[in-house]
């Protein structure tokens, strides 16, 4: 049985509502910080960071310090302000995007934008990161 052909009414809705979804996340996030501002935002009231952050999406400038495979088998890209700073602040990509890991160079500026996770005595953990 063949179906009918879209017309071009259904066509625009179709390309609008994947616009939406491909943007959706950028449109949605918070001003852009750093890795420092993010750790000392956190360092200076736990409690109230978390609760800030609960729920919400981050979109962090940063310079690549380095990226790895987690133990959970996730492409994770730790993020600095610049390069000899201690890491505080890890991307955690979607791990279907395993193949991406190789696209970020050390050294490189990213600007990403991820699901805040969880903040505690040795980092602050974004996910469902995307670069942009």
Request: include cysteine; charge should be positive; proline fraction near 5%.
């Amino acid at each position: 049985m063949r179906s009918a052909p879209r017309t071009y009414k259904t066509q625009i809705t179709v390309l609008l509502l994947a616009a939406i979804c491909f943007f959706a996340p950028l449109a949605f996030a918070t001003e852009t910080a750093t890795p420092s501002s993010l750790w000392s935002a956190f360092q200076a009231e736990p409690e109230a960071f978390r609760q800030k952050h609960s729920g919400s999406k981050i979109t962090i400038s940063a310079i690549v310090a380095d990226t790895h495979i987690s133990i959970y088998a996730t492409p994770v890209v730790s993020l600095v302000d610049k390069a000899g700073d201690e890491i505080r602040v890890i991307c955690v990509l979607p791990r279907l995007d395993v193949g991406k890991l190789s696209s970020f160079k050390t050294g490189e500026r990213v600007k990403m934008t991820g699901n805040f996770y969880s903040a505690r005595e040795e980092k602050i953990v974004i996910k469902q990161c995307q670069a942009y």
